[in-house]
């Protein structure tokens, strides 16, 4: 194997890591059937009627992205975040998963408390056992809940990490993260890189997203309330339209990747 090539498909903590997409496209063929369904009734297909190789193969996908960019650069793109982490701050990570960005956050800030939200029970699970493999247990706290109903809690931080879209009612979800937030309180959206206009979006990383987008990401949200389907290709401009319509009205660009999109959001 050449250099090259392992660092996209051997190396999981390069930056550039690629072969988890082997388990997304497994979780398609498998989940082939009822795709094929959903696009005849448009009905849909839950996150939580998807086979298990999409969740381990999401966090595995993401994980590297986060590993090299949440900490470093992404955080510190927020107004004023670092600082409240370090003395201790309170964060919800919502829809978090198996909980990897919870956890590097955790270990990166021992002062702050992290609650990891997710509708998904194995998730959960999962996310619990590894935060305690990790003995992040005291600080970080994992409970199956929606985007809408999880406490209240005057969280310092909120995050959606390459989920939103994924919701039904992102509008809702980000209503509850307003009112769940403290009253200086920062919402961080990390989505998928995209452009406003379709057809800037028409390169290699936009075909992924969108192939993605079609079989995974516009069918879980299709099968929850709402349904409002934004797709991984949302852009700016319409998450900008999804956080006014919440309430939070302050919104900016914090910072970029070629993979993801990092958006500030506040009342």
């Not at 090539?5 to 059937?33: K, R, Y």
């Not at 935060?131 to 209240?152: C, I, N, Q």
């Not at 009612?169 to 995209?194: I, K, S």
């Not at 309330?225 to 956080?243: D, F, I, K, S």
Request: hydrophobic letters at 40%; charged letters at 25%.
């Amino acid at each position: 194997m050449q250099p090259e090539q392992a660092v996209a498909l051997a190396d999981e903590d390069s930056p550039f890591f690629m072969g988890a997409v082997g388990d997304l496209v497994s979780a398609t063929f498998l989940d082939e059937p009822k795709i094929r369904d959903a696009f005849k009734t448009g009905k849909g297909v839950g996150w939580n009627r998807r086979s298990e190789c999409l969740f381990c193969g999401t966090a595995r996908f993401f994980r590297t992205g986060y590993k090299h960019h949440l900490v470093q650069e992404w955080l510190p793109s927020l107004e004023g975040v670092v600082e409240k982490l370090k003395r201790g701050a309170k964060v919800a990570d919502v829809g978090c998963g198996h909980g990897v960005s919870t956890r590097l956050m955790a270990e990166a800030f021992p002062n702050s408390r992290f609650f990891g939200f997710d509708y998904h029970p194995g998730s959960i699970e999962a996310a619990r056992q590894h935060a305690g493999d990790a003995g992040l247990s005291e600080r970080v706290h994992f409970d199956v809940h929606s985007t809408k109903s999880y406490p209240a809690g005057d969280y310092d931080l909120i995050c959606f990490f390459d989920c939103l879209h994924d919701m039904g009612d992102p509008v809702g979800a980000m209503n509850h993260a307003r009112e769940a937030m403290a009253a200086d309180g920062t919402c961080m959206l990390v989505e998928p890189f995209a452009h406003d206009r379709l057809e800037e979006n028409l390169n290699p990383i936009g075909r992924i997203f969108y192939a993605a987008s079609t079989v995974i990401c516009t069918p879980a949200s299709l099968d929850q309330e709402v349904g409002m389907a934004l797709g991984a290709q949302a852009g700016e401009a319409r998450l900008r339209e999804v956080a006014n319509k919440a309430g939070l009205k302050r919104f900016r660009r914090a910072t970029e990747t070629p993979f993801n999109l990092i958006l500030e959001a506040r009342a």
